[in-house]
């Protein structure tokens, strides 16, 4: 049956779910409290010179504390999901390398009154069980270069699923593992901001086993949970494509990017050109007998985030490389063995962020990921975008930037489901204004304006266009 009416209005399938994602260190604050020890990102933020103006999440947006305040806002909204991180810190705040140590009761209490709240306004809590805050115990021993952090993640994953599972319906694993492994491990922009190629490359394999590990666990702790993963995919296009350079650029850019995840995973195999390409930084020894059958463990969803295309281009010595990924120069860069490869900048329009506004990119990336991975089920656990506020006389927030990308970026995932891909749900990044990483509290991803000093939250025009598109479970022609 097809999903659109003859308006031309965009309607969504039945049952679809409307969501908005957080991660924990983004905007719980209370960093002390609740037993809870430091995190990667902790040692990071308090280091000078890492974060822009050197912000912290110490307090963030307070939603440790305000958490009921929130959820009454998700209803007003009409939110049917949440995805929220769970810090692993407050949860099992004495892990070391060996051993677990106990789980903390305060710290499951928080989620668990978060999600009884969530349930108790018909709110479905999706679980994101990493989204980058690793304790720091762990990367004091070498973090994610190291196998026993995969191994001490599953045992974590299995103790929140054990104590959640009764009532969340879905766990992803990890967001994002390429920026866990190459903006922690290789450029250094994001926490634990080391600038080593081969660590970052065993970080990604320890990052993918510890996926594959911690699902596993969770099936045997939640047997009637859902176990998924979500990656940061790229929407790889060479500038030139007549240009054989440009094109194996963007060869390699889409092994590191997309394929270094997805194959192991889908297909129980490491990309070999990856492995070839890379020889010179690694030889992959950290790749065991039998690990490609636990990260290949069956998933039931695939978590898609989207926010920007990927240009790429031959590079030569001739002039300075372009940067439009925002990444590409300077001494370190998370593009390992990619020296002859720039992203040139684009024409049209940019977010805050500078990163251009295509959503062609994700209809492309689901229809990829659906024909790779025929019948598993996607979502869209990321989408969204960073714009100055403008707060005007009357205190309403006129945001019509983020309300047309919205608007593109929902119609690229309706003419993917259009086009067949199985998408059952969308989470705008954000919920909140929150700390943004290495951008610290000077971009704004909300639907909800937060004003840092009263901590008070106001819904902008984005809040009201997406509560609008949920109550008529589509876009209006
Ligand atoms: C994602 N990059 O992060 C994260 O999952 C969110 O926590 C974050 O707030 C959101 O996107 C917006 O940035 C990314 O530099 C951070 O390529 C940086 C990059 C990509 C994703």
């Known amino acids: 049956t097809r999903a659109s009416t003859a308006t031309g209005a965009i ?3 039945q049952g679809f779910l409307w969501g908005s ?9 209370a960093v002390a409290e609740g037993g809870r020890t430091p995190s990667i990102w902790d040692t990071f933020s308090h280091t000078p010179g890492r974060v822009d103006r050197g912000d912290t999440g110490d307090v963030a947006v307070d939603h440790y504390h305000r958490f009921r305040e929130d959820v009454a806002l998700m209803a007003e909204l009409g939110l049917t999901s949440y995805r929220f991180s769970v810090a692993w810190p407050r949860i099992t705040p004495q892990v070391t390398p060996d051993e677990l140590g106990p789980v903390n009761a305060e ?12 349930l108790a306004h018909g709110i479905s809590p999706s679980i994101t069980l990493y989204h980058w805050d690793l304790p720091q115990a762990l990367e004091d021993a070498g973090g994610w270069t190291e196998r026993r952090t995969a191994e001490r993640f ?23 593992p390429w920026c866990s492994a190459y903006l922690g491990y290789a450029s250094g922009v994001h926490a634990p901001g080391r600038t080593d190629g081969a660590a970052a490359l065993a970080a990604v394999h320890h990052l993918n086993l510890a996926h594959g590990l911690a699902t596993v666990a969770i099936r045997r702790a939640a047997p009637a949970a859902r176990v998924a993963l979500t990656l940061n995919l790229a929407w790889v296009r060479p500038e030139r494509p007549d240009a054989p350079l440009d094109v194996d650029a963007a060869r390699r850019v889409d092994g590191l990017q ?12 490491y990309p070999a050109d990856v492995q070839a390409d890379t020889a010179g930084v690694t030889d992959w ?27 790429v281009r031959h590079w030569t010595r001739e002039r300075p490389k372009e940067n439009a990924d925002g990444h590409g120069d300077g001494a370190a860069t998370p593009w390992i063995a990619c020296d002859d490869v720039e992203f040139p900048l684009q024409h049209g329009p940019k977010t805050d962020m500078g990163w251009s506004i295509d959503p062609r990119g994700l209809t492309e990336l689901l229809l990829r990921v659906a024909a790779e991975a025929p019948g598993l089920e996607l979502l869209v656990t990321e989408n969204g975008a960073a714009f100055p506020d403008e707060v005007g006389p009357d205190g309403r927030i006129a945001d019509t930037d983020r309300i047309e990308y919205l608007r593109g970026h929902l119609a690229a995932v309706h003419a993917a489901i259009e086009a067949g891909a199985p998408v059952t749900g969308y989470y705008v990044w954000s919920l909140l204004d929150n700390f943004e990483w290495a951008w610290g509290y000077a971009k704004r991803f909300g639907i909800v304006h937060v004003d840092y000093e009263t901590q008070v939250r106001t819904p902008k025009d984005s809040a009201h266009f997406y509560a609008e598109v949920i109550r008529h479970n589509g876009l209006p022609g």
């Open 107 to 118: 710290g499951i209490a928080f989620y668990s009154d978060l999600v009884d709240e969530l």
């Open 21 to 29: 994602a957080t991660a924990s260190y983004q905007i719980e604050g």
């Open 154 to 176: 599953a045992e974590y994953a299995e103790a929140v699923a054990a104590a959640l599972g009764d009532r969340v319906p879905l766990f992803i694993t990890l967001n994002e």
């Open 258 to 269: 997309n394929r270094v995840f997805l194959d192991p995973v889908l297909q129980g195999r």
């Open 11 to 13: 309607q969504f399938p």
């Open 285 to 311: 020894s950290f790749v065991q007998d039998g690990d490609l059958d636990v990260i290949s463990a069956r998933i039931d969803a695939l978590g898609v985030n989207y926010y920007t295309p990927t240009w």
